[in-house]
């Protein structure tokens, strides 16, 4: 019996037993009715992720659709719906596309890869030389997907899924699920953000301090207030705590791209709390500005 | 050219060994159906191995699943086996059981939406039974589907698993199936609740073979060189 099961079957029990007139036959029926009433939940629950399940076989709705712009109504559909799902019914789901030669990332229509061979596992060339470089691959993963960044996408939402069966996770509150493509959609935003207030600063040298915080506060009151700018950059709500679960497994943003601007705050992209990684690893040419630094950040 | 020759008389010889397969399974699949009381003639179970490629081969040779697909119905005895006994308030139950339609599926895997297609198509022709023969296992969400079709009852057999009848191995004694009437009097001679017979599981091989159903109960006969033929009795669950 998973634990919660036990847990709450012992707050029932706890909250029934002070009642004190009430027999202890009256309390047992009670707890058979509360198991009865827990497994209906369960069946109902597994049931809704059959149904979840077989519906998202369809998506997307497309056959032309685009695995990195997929269309809204099919976000909110698979994000609705995999909500109740644990991290092996999402199994379950990319083994159902494969079986109809789908990609196994719910948001593609394109067919996933056939390898012709029937090997169990491919030796891939990574990067560098040498056979420190070399990949074994198990096959059956690479037939999940139609390509390597559908497998990141599909990894970074079942990373995001709970353990929890749904049944029993009566009070945790089911947070948001992001995809890939939102969590990119955020740096982007970041990106250039961050290269507007460089634009900003070489233009404008000769202006005040104040004036400056004043343009970045006008700009932030574009976006609106600090809170609805985070809602405003990606496709669902933002919960930047769901970072913690990504761990090392979803490739960070490559810092390659970061680079490129090379005005010297490119390194604060890589984070929530720019604001004292700017300060030490600000460039010298911007050494005098650190002031300034700290009345911007806040309305980033 | 030898090459060439080689080659096609390898894929021959593939398509030939594929189906002896499905010709043992056929027959296998026969002998459960006239074993369980369904109305199939000697000759339908006997197919030789001949007779079952010139009507189930395609042009390459291989088996073509597609039409091997089939039904038989129940025959009277069997109906009265598996008729309830009468009440006040069902004076005359209809028998639980009728129509079997088999489909040796032509899909590599089967997934939900198989499942779907084959319970659809069963339950549309109101057979009472669908059994479902699939060249790989099922995917564990497509057996979900299973329980809700009902009323109708889907079976899944694996092609392998029908390779060889089980039943007809010595050590496995007979196993029949009781019916209503018979399990009631074999209760009441022995005075027992059927809770109180050893049990028998829905899953195992031998209970699957006679499609099995909870609260039914079997007779085992066995055969020992000490007591001769005894019986013994089980309690499907
Ligand atoms: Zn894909």
């Known amino acids: ?300 | 050219m030898d090459n060439q020759d080689a080659e096609r008389a390898k894929i021959a010889a593939d398509a030939d060994r594929e189906l002896t397969r499905l010709w043992r399974a056929w027959r296998t699949i026969h002998q459960m159906c006239q074993d369980r009381g369904y109305e199939i003639g000697e000759e339908e179970v006997k197919i030789s191995l001949n007779d079952f490629r010139k009507d189930y081969a395609d042009p390459s040779g291989a088996p073509d699943r597609k039409k091997m697909n089939t039904s038989f119905r129940p025959t009277d005895a069997m109906l009265t086996k598996y008729t309830a006994l009468p009440t006040k308030a069902e004076p005359h139950p209809p028998p639980q059981i009728g129509t079997i339609w088999i489909e040796f599926s032509s899909d590599a895997s089967i997934g939900i939406k198989q499942m779907r297609a084959f319970a659809q198509h069963v339950s549309q022709h109101k057979f009472y039974t669908g059994i479902l023969v699939t060249q790989a296992s099922i995917t564990p969400a497509a057996l979900k589907i299973i329980p809700v079709v009902l009323p109708s009852i889907i079976e899944t057999f694996q092609e392998q698993d029908l390779l060889v009848n089980i039943t007809h191995h010595e050590l496995v004694p007979t196993h029949e199936l009781l019916s209503a009437e018979q399990k009631v009097e074999l209760l009441k001679r022995y005075r027992l609740k059927e809770s109180q017979l050893p049990r028998i599981q829905v899953g195992d091989p031998v209970a699957k073979y006679l499609g099995l159903r909870k609260g039914q109960v079997v007779k085992i006969i066995r055969r020992s060189e000490t007591a001769g033929r005894y019986a013994s009795y089980r309690w499907a669950i």
């Not at chain 1, 019914?89 to 030669?101: A, F, G, M, P, T």
């Not at chain 1, 300060?279 to 980033?300: F, L, V």
């Open chain 1, 1 to 300: 019996m998973p634990h919660s099961i036990l847990k709450n079957a012992l707050s029932f029990l706890s909250n029934t037993s002070t009642s004190s007139a009430r027999s202890s036959e009256d309390r047992n029926k009670k707890t058979a009715l509360y198991h009865a009433q827990l497994l209906q939940q369960r069946k109902d629950v597994e049931a809704l992720i059959l149904a979840y399940t077989e519906a998202l076989l369809e998506v997307p709705s497309s056959p032309a659709a685009d695995p990195a712009r997929p269309r809204l109504q099919d976000i909110t559909l698979v994000k609705d719906s995999l909500k109740p799902f644990q991290p092996s019914d999402y199994d379950s789901l990319i083994e159902e596309r494969n079986i109809n030669k789908r990609c196994g990332y719910v948001l593609c229509p394109r067919p996933n890869r056939q390898e012709d061979t029937k090997a169990r596992y491919r030796i891939l060339h990574g990067k560098g030389r040498g056979s420190d470089s070399l990949k074994f691959v198990d096959r059956h993963t690479l037939e999940q997907w139609c390509s390597d960044d559908c497998g990141k996408r599909a990894l970074y939402v079942k990373l995001q899924l709970n353990e929890e069966p749904a049944w029993t996770r009566v009070g945790s509150p089911v947070g948001d699920i992001l995809l890939l493509e939102d969590e990119q959609n955020i740096q982007k935003r970041l990106e250039y953000d961050f290269t507007l207030i460089g634009e900003l600063r070489s233009l404008d040298l000769g202006l005040e301090e104040d004036e400056v915080v004043a343009r970045m506060k006008a700009l932030a009151i574009e976006r609106g207030d600090e809170e609805a700018s985070s809602r405003s950059f990606g496709l669902a709500e933002i919960d930047v705590h769901e970072k913690r679960d990504i761990g090392g497994k979803v490739s960070a943003p490559d810092p390659s791209t970061t680079e490129r601007n090379s005005k010297g705050w490119s390194d604060s992209i890589e984070g929530y709390t720019p604001r004292c990684t700017r300060k030490k690893t600000r460039g010298p040419e911007s050494g005098n500005r650190e002031d300034e630094d700290e009345d911007m950040m806040p309305t980033i």
